[in-house]
């Protein structure tokens, strides 16, 4: 039977927002994933990442259902903030062939509000604005409140303690520093030219 072949074109906008930098990482990198197992389904290349066996597999099962080899492309990225970044960083890796993991490493170690804030923005001591304390401490404590739904019970007092940092920090003016973020970001982007590169995800033509 002859096969057919059909493309999927996936144009993404990431939406921003400090707190959604890491899961929109998330989803960059599994639709890194999907396009890295579509070129190796139609390029017959081995897989050994776990979630790309999955997309290999499930792209196997519906060529053998309808006759159609389905080729997964991501070649629109738009995005603010946040987004933006991560955008800016699957972009990268489609284009070059380059591994999106380092950016993994770098959300999980590195999105701290200690490391981000600005040395300038930091508390002088633990009696900076020291009636702010207790604003943390409510919003934390709230029953039934966000912190309490999302946060594992063993990480609360962590979670408590970055709070009343970030509340403590200077006002009016931005909390976190922009030439610490961007030499993170750099970093990223060199451990990314530096690793294994692979042929790109977009195709010739």
Known sequence: MDMREK????????YGGVSLAIYMHGVTREIWHMVRASRAFHDGTPLTR??????HELLTE??????VKLRVLTDIIAGSSAGGIN??????AIVTGQSLEPLTDMWLDMADV???LDPDA?????????????????ILRRRGGAVERT???????????????FVRARWFAPPFGGNVFSKLLLDALNIMAKSAIEPPLLPEN
């Open 151 to 165: 946060v594992a019970k063993e990480a609360q007092e962590e979670v408590a303690t970055k709070l009343s940092r």
């Open 122 to 138: 930091r508390p002088l001591s633990r009696f900076t604005k020291f009636w702010a304390t207790p604003i943390a401490w409510m």
């Open 62 to 67: 519906m060529s053998r259902v309808s006759g």
């Open 7 to 14: 493309e999927l074109r996936l144009a993404l906008i990431c």
């Open 50 to 55: 776990r979630s790309e066996i999955v997309y």
């Open 114 to 116: 200690d490391i981000l």
């Open 87 to 92: 955008g800016i960083f699957l972009s990268q």
